[in-house]
């Protein structure tokens, strides 16, 4: 072999070993990208089953304690004489159940909104409509807007 092939070979498989690096780079990106899309489904299902389990017809909602139409809304009812509140402090999300507090996020997620608004009718309160915008706390392009609504007479 001259001198010239080695040159042209070392070449050759230094612009493969550069193809595989990025692929390999790529491929991590992608899937720490997914891992995070993943992670942020899963928090607002789990915060839609939570809603769906407590936000039913028949509830009493306290509308002066509610922060309504704001995105760091605060929604508090009862229900057979238990009061449940649903909050945000410090981009996190929280449920209260009588003295039980419990936090709704995971560790990588943050909330940016929790708004809710009034269905009126007649001058009745009688639904509300929830959105939530929540983003990943480590990759901010990971994000997800959630929005619906509950009958609550």
Do not use: C, W
């Amino acid at each position: 072999m001259s001198l010239i092939e080695v040159v042209v070979y070392l070449a050759l498989f230094g612009v493969i070993f550069l193809l595989i690096i990025q692929f390999v780079i790529d491929t991590n990106k992608n899937n720490n990208f997914a891992r995070h899309r993943n992670i942020i489904e899963k928090t607002s299902l789990f915060i839609l089953r939570q809603l769906d389990l407590n936000v039913k017809p028949g509830i009493v909602l306290n509308e002066i304690e509610s922060v309504f139409d704001s995105n760091q809304g605060k929604l508090v009812f009862s229900k057979d004489s238990v009061v449940y509140q649903y909050y945000i402090q410090n981009d996190r999300l929280f449920f209260n159940e009588g003295t039980n507090n419990s936090e709704m996020l995971d560790p990588n997620m943050k909330i940016n909104a929790f708004l809710i608004e009034k269905v009126i009718n007649n001058d009745q309160t009688v639904g509300l409509r929830i959105t939530l915008e929540l983003e990943s706390i480590s990759l901010d392009t990971v994000n997800k807007n959630v929005t619906t609504m509950y009958l609550i007479k």
